[in-house]
């Protein structure tokens, strides 16, 4: 039987690259690797996965990186702090589209924080979106209207705390583990983590290409939801020990907590037109109310009181991720197993591509 090609729009980023690998022995799925430039498909070529290199944001390119696709899985994301890299964005969400054939299969990879004060509590109870924010939900919204209009399968998985062997943050903290002695981390073990592996990931990406899931949008967490105990248990060393010190959640006002409340739900409901109104402010308004948004985040965490030596993300606030699951997956533990098709020497590869998802 003939695989499902599906197009990975980013294969270099992060998530994209190592998703490559884990595709790449898959008896039911072939990823077509979509990298920009010969210097983002060295990596993957080096491990003997070939690449299609072209620039997605060219209509003429999009139509020959995509067009033998039965599907496309959209994993780039353009940084920077300008109106430019906003429009790239949307251009990558709309040649990624618009040459698929009626029918086809379009995946767009988004983020918890398009949730968000619903999930997380040290954005301002008026405070606008970040950047980040607010390029995921047009390029969301974007995404569904294309998909519809053109009669095309979509689905947007909002990706929870993106974990796996080539995830920096996944990097980062086992070295912070791997040692003797005694971690202490600054969250309640028991606490949901909106955690979410890449061998989750790609099981989604098979559920909805094989396994009859409705078009729509998607919060994707581990199945079932991993607690952060589970989370550092697993990443721990041998002889280390654990101590959860619990999350101090800084203190609220309710009498002005009600009072906006009202006005933060009118705001929450017509995010997407007060949103548009910032494509033509000045891009150096853009940069400081980024810069306000997590310096005021960061200032809540600090107030926490945390201890120097306590390891403290600010994810460890964050509430259980809103919005519809997919009954369809597996248990996240049984596929664990998979990241044995990655090669170890890759684990210890800088970065190198521009393109990629995070959360």
Known sequence: MAKTRLALIGANGNVGRELCFLFREDPEIEIIPVVRNVFGAALLQQYGIECSIGDICKPEDAKRLTRDADGVLIAAYSRGAGRRETEINKAIVQNSIQFLRPG???????????????????????????????????????????????????????????????????????????????????????????????????????????????????????????????????????????????????????????????????LYTQRERWDGLRAILPDSYERWLEKMYWVKGYKQMSSLGVAPNVISWREFGFAPMPGNMISQLNETRSLLSEYDAIPKSMYVQDEVGEESTSS
């Open 104 to 266: 086809a299969t379009a995946i767009y990879l988004s983020t918890v924080r398009v949730f968000g004060r619903t999930v997380d509590p040290t954005i301002p109870v008026l405070g606008l979106p970040s950047r980040y924010t607010l390029r995921k939900r047009q390029c969301e919204s974007l995404f569904m209207r294309m998909t519809q209009r053109m009669g095309q399968m979509g689905y947007v998985f909002r990706l929870g705390h993106v974990f796996g062997v080539l995830q920096p943050r996944t990097q980062d903290l086992k070295d912070m583990l791997d040692h003797q002695g005694i971690v202490r981390i600054a969250v309640d073990g028991g606490d949901d983590s909106n955690v979410v592996h890449t061998v989750a990931l790609k099981d989604a990406v098979k559920a909805v290409l094989l396994r009859g899931v409705s078009t729509g949008k998607y919060s994707l967490v581990n199945k079932p939801q991993w607690t952060w105990k589970e989370v550092f248990d697993h990443y721990k060393g041998r002889g280390t020990t654990i101590v959860f010190t619990g999350l101090k959640r800084p203190k609220r006002k309710p009498p002005l907590s009600k009072i906006l409340a009202p006005l933060q739900q009118i």
